[in-house]
């Protein structure tokens, strides 16, 4: 069974700088693409960030720019630096892998922004 862990939440300042990391239980070249969403107490969940197979890249509006998805194949984890955070950024971060045949999840990671 494919699990998804993410880590590196937390409680950041306004202007700051935090990386979620998320782990794979299998190859991450495996899927399709990986990447994260996120979703902010009464409000729909939201794409941030994808990395593909290949390497490339997609980025949310609100994420270009200031954020940056890595993969790091041999260790099966998909990274994402969130550099001058926002209070907006304030969301639990979901960690998202699919292939054809399935999606699969995380379990979220907190991330506070506030002074």
């Known amino acids: 069974q494919v699990q998804l862990v993410e880590s590196g939440g937390g409680w950041v300042q306004p202007g700051g700088s935090l990386r979620l990391s998320c782990a794979a239980s299998v190859s991450s070249v495996s899927f399709d693409y990986m990447g994260w969403y996120r979703q902010a107490p009464g409000k729909q969940r939201e794409f941030v960030a994808r990395?593909?197979?290949?390497?490339?890249?997609l980025y949310a509006n609100h994420a270009e720019g200031r954020f940056t998805i890595a993969r790091e194949s041999a260790e099966n984890t998909v990274y994402l630096e969130m550099g001058n955070q926002k209070p907006e950024d304030q969301a639990a971060y979901y960690c998202?892998?699919?292939?054809?045949?399935?999606?699969?999840w995380g379990q979220g990671a907190q991330v506070t922004v506030s002074s």
């Open positions: 998202h892998a699919a292939n054809v045949e399935e999606n699969y």
């Open positions: 990395i593909l197979r290949a390497g490339l890249t």
